[in-house]
């Protein structure tokens, strides 16, 4: 059985933050992701708010430097899929396919994931004026139409936030009402930028290069028409990536893991980072962020229980 100091399950900003700080710090890091190193953002085109650039790039340029920073400081990056976690006692064990780790500590970085429509043409335009986030991408659509579909606090509230910088919206909602709080839809009424499309859904996201028109259904004419935007923001649920430990942690009533500031969940030892926290803002800064955190509190705890995770670490 391998030994690691830490384990990070989640190659992201999050997690590869965490490897940084954590190998840096002189602890034995690995790192387990079972898909894309970097994370969601790996496919975002153009990044224009993390601090430090002056000129858009994109995230995995971002993010690329991020693995290529983390294995500076010999973290390993394994690309296997965490199968189960033994949170029992001091040590905790990492099973994958492969084989099985004992570690000390655990950051779990796993993230979250937006519900998706499941449409024609969304996964093809995704990063092509297909977007789950209107605070990363709304001001690349500066004076142009632009359509978000949902009708809940969070669609109604980036509706919203989109009329800073948009010529148009157009709020896409399959229900007769919006189930976001009466202030919220009263502000979204009064805007003169946005246009609610009420009972429809989108049965295709269309276009050459970039989303040029959604295709919609009316509900309750039964009617198809077509609806031309620049953009499509999707606002219908994210979903936690909380599988592998969702009976055994603290989760709130949307199964985000809860923390406290320094990361910590209610297990000794293992700490969350990154999106799959219960938070305000889910964004690349704040997730690096978390990371670093959690990794400096799980080195303090690791010092502090030095003695103790000694000898349950060397058992066979």
């Not at 077509?226 to 909380?242: A, M, Q, R, S, W």
């Not at 799959?276 to 229980?305: C, H, M, P, S, Y």
């Amino acid at each position: 059985m391998e030994r690691y100091d830490i384990a990070i399950i989640g190659a992201g900003p999050a997690g590869l933050s965490a490897a940084i700080y954590a190998a840096r710090g002189g602890l034995k890091t690995i790192v387990f992701e079972k898909g894309l190193i970097g994370g969601q953002i790996v496919v975002t085109a153009d990044v224009e708010n993390y601090p430090g650039f002056d000129e858009n790039v994109t995230g995995f340029e971002i993010m690329e430097k991020m693995r290529l920073q983390a294995l500076k400081f010999d973290a390993l990056i394994v690309e296997e899929a965490v199968k189960g976690i033994g949170f029992e006692g001091l040590c905790k064990i990492i099973e994958t396919d492969e084989k099985q780790y004992r570690v000390k500590s655990i950051i779990i970085a796993s993230g979250a994931h937006p519900r998706k429509l499941n449409v024609p043409g969304e996964e093809r335009f995704i990063g092509r004026g297909v977007s789950y986030c209107a605070t990363c991408d709304g001001a690349l659509y500066r004076n142009k139409i632009v359509a978000v579909n949902g009708g809940g606090d969070s669609a109604v509230e980036e509706a919203l936030f989109l009329t800073r910088f948009v010529e148009k919206v157009y709020l896409i909602h399959r229900r007769d009402q919006l189930r976001a709080v009466h202030a919220i839809q009263q502000r979204a009424f009064k805007n003169p930028k946005i246009e609610i499309i009420w009972d429809s859904v989108i049965q295709e996201i269309d276009g050459d290069k970039q989303v040029e028109k959604l295709i919609l259904f009316n509900r309750k004419t039964e009617k198809v028409s077509t609806l031309e935007v620049n953009g499509l923001f999707i606002y219908i649920g994210i979903i936690p990536n909380n599988q592998l430990f969702e009976s055994r942690i603290d989760l709130d009533n949307q199964g985000f893991v809860i923390t406290n500031d320094n990361m910590e969940t209610n297990i000794p030892g293992v700490y969350a980072a990154g999106d799959i926290r219960q938070k305000l803002l889910r964004q690349v800064v704040t997730a690096t962020a978390d990371g670093a955190i959690a990794a400096f509190a799980a080195e303090k705890w690791i010092e502090e229980n030095a003695e103790a995770l000694a000898r349950h670490y060397n058992e066979k």
